[in-house]
């Protein structure tokens, strides 16, 4: 990207691209590189700033991760994030060590508004802290600026050398004040004149797909979803007619879903789109049965995906490029994002096989975050009912089934699921509430029903507030509509004799059950 950016190290942690999507809140392109990417290749991207991101190490321990001092003395402004601002101190000549108390959760920060960084924020504020080690001495030349009752230094900076230092983590939400700080530091502090929008994104994506197509041909993964349909629009837009979309119905979408999305990209829909419809239910339950690993569902899942996709372009000639609506969430929780540890592969990320008979993936939305997509698509047009429609993940209810996958376990959580959803709009809660759904627990509990015993599953509802799909809290459902959505489950789905309503936020919990 030819324009003004700021460069996040990666030190490992679970939100750092976090840090990317909040930096890129503020317009200002941000691009997330390895602590083992060297200084030199650093300054030759010619960042106007540079974010230490947070980790799971010990700064002062030999093999973890670290930097070169000839960091903090090129001149650049640099924001050291928990583990980056103990790294910061450390090598700087500051102490770190073992914190006598450690701070997990929500946690009352006093400030100095009179630090570049909390200008305009409050003097008490709200910030998410999680750290084991703790800064006991600030590095000569800093001062600090900030502390809590467990943690004398929360923060600290040296403005001369534009260098600062942050115990918390400002990029999650939970931090009330966050994104004002990290604005602080983009636009006052690096002095970035906030020029990255998304319809240049958008522009200059069309531009790239087609200097990179050429006249070549191109199939792409049409799930239906938010993020294979923007896509889909997208690459329509670029090069017309050399795309084919092919729509896999693998037997694990929603109940009458394969049928919608024919509807909206069919031959009968709003886009002139080449589009083939793959009828694939019965080979995947055939490969599926018996499996009852996660990691392992979703890589037959991903695998088969890409077979079907194989076949397809044999039968239509030469196929050059394959394109996927992967974003940054997936490519975070498969761990090919930096440093991060793997929390779990997608079926068009890390899923992917080792053989793949294209020439070359595209993945246009790959360093977009859930909400980024979204403006996308409505940059391009698409009706905000397509934009806004429930996220639905590429291995579809294979991960909202717990245990084995089957055709009946399928039409259970299909049921339970369309009446979940229809008591939400019916509630008037489905513009308020970030996602949600059914899954099939694999847990079996004794019940009475028209004085029978019965024997029957359990099914788990789940429903959450986010904005990034990276952290998300549990969404506050009236107990009046889970009492119904749980009476209409229990009467109308067959197999079902319980209904439980998970209450887990993300972290510690992934949105997902597997």
Same mark, same amino acid.
């Given at each position: 990207m030819n324009q003004e950016k700021v460069i996040v190290i990666d030190f490992g942690g679970?939100?750092?691209?976090?840090?990317?999507?909040?930096?890129?809140?503020?317009?200002?392109?941000?691009?997330?590189?390895?602590?083992?990417?060297?200084?030199?290749?650093?300054?030759?991207?010619?960042?106007?700033?540079?974010?230490?991101?947070?980790?799971?190490?010990?700064?002062?321990? #030999?093999? /973890?991760?670290?930097?070169?001092? *000839?960091?903090?003395?090129? &001149?650049?402004?640099?924001?050291? %994030?928990?583990? +980056?601002?103990?790294?910061?101190?450390?090598?700087?000549?500051?102490?770190?060590?073992?914190?006598?108390?450690?701070?997990?959760?929500?946690?009352?920060?006093?400030?100095?508004?009179?630090?570049?960084?909390?200008?305009?924020?409050?003097?008490?504020?709200?910030?998410?802290?999680?750290?084991?080690?703790?800064?006991?001495?600030?590095?000569?030349?800093?001062?600090?600026?900030?502390?809590?009752?467990?943690?004398?230094?929360?923060?600290?900076?040296?403005?001369?050398?534009?260098?600062?230092?942050?115990?918390?983590?400002?990029?999650?939400?939970?931090?009330?004040?966050?994104?004002?700080?990290?604005?602080?530091?983009?636009?006052?502090?690096?002095?970035?004149?906030?020029?990255?929008?998304?319809?240049?994104?958008? #522009?200059? /994506?069309?531009?790239?797909?087609? *200097?990179?197509?050429?006249? &070549?041909?191109?199939?792409?993964? %049409?799930?239906? +979803?938010?993020?294979?349909?923007?896509?889909?629009?997208?690459?329509?837009?670029?090069?017309?007619?050399?795309?084919?979309?092919?729509?896999?119905?693998?037997?694990l979408l929603r109940k009458d879903e394969g049928d919608e999305v024919e509807e909206v990209f069919g031959p009968n829909g709003p886009y002139e789109l080449n589009f083939i419809r793959v009828n694939a239910q019965e080979r995947y339950y055939s490969k599926l049965a018996g499996v009852t690993e996660p990691e392992e569902k979703r890589k037959i899942i991903g695998e088969e995906f890409i077979r079907v996709f194989e076949e397809e372009a044999k039968k239509i000639g030469k196929v050059d490029f394959l394109v996927q609506g992967t974003i940054y969430p997936d490519v975070v929780e498969s761990g090919l994002g930096g440093e991060s540890a793997v929390i779990k592969s997608h079926h068009n990320v890390g899923g992917l096989p080792d053989y793949v008979d294209f020439k070359e993936i595209i993945e246009p939305l790959r360093d977009l975050f859930k909400d980024e997509v979204r403006k996308a698509g409505l940059e391009m047009g698409i009706p905000e009912k397509l934009v806004f429609r429930q996220p639905f993940p590429g291995p579809g209810l294979g991960i909202r089934i717990i245990g084995e996958v089957t055709a009946e376990k399928v039409r259970i959580v299909q049921d339970a699921d369309a009446i979940y959803r229809e008591e939400i709009a019916n509630a008037g809660l489905d513009k308020t509430i970030g996602q949600y759904f059914a899954a099939l627990t694999n847990m079996r509990s004794v019940g009475v029903m028209g004085d029978e015993r019965t024997y029957d599953y359990a099914v788990a509802l789940r429903a959450v507030n986010t904005i990034d799909f990276m952290t998300a809290e549990s969404a506050e459902i009236p107990f009046e509509v889970l009492q119904k959505v749980m009476s209409r489950i229990i009467n109308e789905v067959k197999g079902v004799n319980r209904v439980f309503y998970d209450l887990t936020s993300k972290p510690p919990g992934t949105i997902e059950f597997e």
């Open positions: 679970q939100y750092n691209q976090l840090v990317a999507r909040r930096v890129r809140e503020c317009n200002v392109y941000c691009e997330i590189y390895s602590y083992r990417t060297g200084l030199d290749q650093i300054k030759a991207m010619n960042p106007k700033g540079i974010i230490l991101t947070g980790g799971p190490n010990s700064c002062y321990e #030999e093999d /973890s991760p670290t930097y070169c001092k *000839e960091l903090f003395e090129i &001149g650049i402004p640099v924001l050291g %994030l928990c583990y +980056g601002a103990q790294l910061m101190q450390h090598i700087l000549g500051g102490k770190v060590e073992k914190a006598p108390v450690r701070e997990y959760g929500k946690t009352e920060v006093f400030v100095n508004q009179d630090s570049p960084l909390f200008h305009d924020v409050s003097e008490k504020t709200v910030c998410w802290m999680s750290h084991f080690d703790y800064i006991s001495q600030a590095a000569d030349g800093f001062q600090i600026t900030a502390h809590t009752a467990d943690c004398p230094v929360a923060a600290a900076e040296n403005p001369d050398k534009n260098l600062y230092a942050i115990q918390f983590h400002p990029e999650v939400l939970h931090t009330q004040e966050g994104t004002k700080m990290l604005y602080n530091f983009v636009r006052n502090v690096c002095g970035c004149a906030g020029t990255w929008r998304m319809d240049s994104f958008v #522009e200059n /994506s069309i531009k790239a797909i087609r *200097e990179k197509v050429g006249d &070549g041909k191109v199939l792409c993964a %049409l799930s239906g +979803g938010v993020d294979s349909s923007v896509a889909a629009v997208m690459l329509a837009k670029a090069i017309g007619n050399q795309l084919t979309c092919v729509f896999v119905d693998h037997g």
